[in-house]
């Protein structure tokens, strides 16, 4: 099997837990019987520690010798989290053992991508074929917790998804090569490398570049965390939910498979610039629960406000760290765009839903302007100047 085919099928595993994660366990909150408030603090309390996990656990990854040690550890950790999430003890203990699960659980991606882009540039493959078999996973998982929750419970969910986080603990001994955290098995010193850290975090262009980027990706709270609930308030059961989703998610892997010569001549600033606006006229349209009809159309351009950002910011951060410290600074991109950022606009996201319902997109808009401005500015950093 090729290595880009087992990459893809690596990313597949983690993503065939995210696809019903993502969407789903919101639901499943609601099913015992947590209101808006209650879910978005929850869902958010781990984002917003990850502006201090994330890098934490990428120095921890760094410890050992294979890449994959630390990706194998951590999935094992957090299946054993989302199994103990099945235990009746209320709202508190589902906060805490969530905050464990939902610390480590986003961390597996970034980590991933380290190894892949590294071996992609190497070997000369596309980055999008592999993560693309991610994200048809993705979308397998969500017409398929879709169905299933149109007959069952959803205490499917939580089955699901530790399932499938255990199948990506094999997977990372199975598929993942054994590439070396540093040259020559070396393992550097905590010190040294916090110290690779800390320089990242003086750097004003790579912390345009991460916040730019992460709050047109944080913009997306809303939507992961209550479109479901929304679309179940217009009466869009949860079959047609999971139909929404992969829309977005199949323009995602076309986008992934077939758009790298656009992409390379396009550039990571434009393709963040290009994210940003196609985000706008997405939360300002949902805003205003659009009819059915409307929502495919807009469900593709998840390719602009999802797809693009991401790929731009994984380019755009490469291209501003070092070898030295390339997983600090993913994990740095992976913990603003996915943690305190998203999990400030989770937060609140839950209380608009309360009050206002889809009018909550509307914060989401406002936050993708925000970033929008931002990713204008790089356009003045000369290390992201074509060579």
């Known amino acids: 099997m090729s290595l880009p085919v087992r990459l893809g099928?690596?990313?597949?595993?983690?993503?065939?837990?995210t696809g019903a994660n993502s969407p789903y366990m919101p639901v499943w909150f609601a099913h015992h019987g947590l209101s808006g408030a209650q879910i978005g603090l929850i869902l958010s309390l781990p984002m917003?520690?990850?502006?201090?996990?994330?890098?934490?656990?990428?120095?921890?990854?760094?410890s050992f010798k294979y890449r994959r040690t630390g990706l194998i550890l951590l999935s094992l950790a957090v299946a054993i989290a989302y199994a103990l999430m099945a235990l009746p003890f209320g709202f508190a203990w589902w906060m805490v053992v969530w905050f464990a699960a939902s610390s480590m659980f986003p961390t597996?991606?970034?980590?991933?991508?380290?190894?892949?882009?590294?071996r992609a540039r190497k070997d000369g493959f596309n980055y999008g074929w592999p993560r693309g078999i991610g994200s048809a996973a993705f979308i397998?998982?969500?017409?398929?917790?879709?169905?299933?929750?149109?007959?069952?419970?959803?205490?499917?969910?939580?089955?699901?998804?530790?399932?499938?986080?255990?199948?990506?603990?094999?997977?990372?001994?199975?598929?993942?090569?054994?590439?070396?955290v540093h040259e020559a098995g070396h393992v550097p010193a905590a010190g040294e490398r916090m110290a690779g850290l800390g320089g990242l975090l003086r750097d004003p262009a790579f912390l345009t570049a991460v916040l730019a980027a992460g709050l047109i990706q944080s913009a997306h709270a809303f939507y992961y965390g209550f479109s479901t609930l929304a679309w179940k308030q217009q009466g869009i059961p949860e079959h047609v939910t999971g139909m929404l989703w992969a829309v977005g998610v199949t323009a995602e892997v076309g986008f992934l498979w077939f758009m790298e010569p656009w992409r390379r001549r396009v550039g990571p600033r434009n393709l963040l610039v290009?994210?940003?606006?196609?985000?706008?006229?997405?939360?300002?349209?949902?805003?205003?629960?659009?009819?059915?009809?409307?929502?495919?159309?807009?469900q593709t351009l998840h390719v602009l406000s999802y797809a693009a950002t991401f790929l731009a910011s994984l380019q755009l951060v490469e291209r501003l760290s070092t070898p030295r410290n390339a997983t600090a600074a993913q994990?740095?991109?992976?913990?603003?765009?996915?943690?305190?950022?998203?999990?400030?606009?989770?937060?609140?996201?839950?209380?608009?839903?309360?009050?206002?319902?889809?009018?909550?997109?509307?914060?989401?808009?406002?936050?993708?302007?925000?970033?929008?401005?931002?990713?204008?500015?790089?356009?003045?950093?000369?290390?992201?100047?074509p060579a």
């Open 9 to 17: 099928l690596f990313y597949g595993t983690i993503f065939v837990g």
């Open 331 to 385: 994990a740095i991109n992976s913990a603003l765009s996915g943690g305190v950022l998203s999990g400030l606009a989770t937060l609140g996201s839950g209380w608009l839903f309360d009050r206002f319902g889809a009018h909550g997109y509307l914060l989401m808009a406002a936050m993708t302007a925000a970033g929008l401005v931002g990713a204008v500015r790089l356009y003045g950093v000369r290390r992201l100047d």
């Open 140 to 180: 397998v998982a969500n017409l398929g917790m879709g169905a299933l929750l149109a007959r069952g419970s959803p205490e499917l969910v939580l089955v699901w998804i530790t399932a499938a986080v255990t199948l990506t603990a094999v997977g990372a001994r199975l598929l993942l090569p054994p590439d070396l």
């Open 48 to 62: 917003l520690a990850r502006v201090f996990t994330a890098p934490l656990l990428a120095v921890w990854a760094d």
């Open 108 to 118: 597996l991606s970034p980590l991933t991508d380290v190894i892949v882009l590294s």
């Open 274 to 298: 290009l994210g940003g606006a196609g985000a706008v006229v997405r939360w300002g349209a949902l805003a205003f629960s659009p009819p059915l009809w409307a929502l495919f159309p807009l």
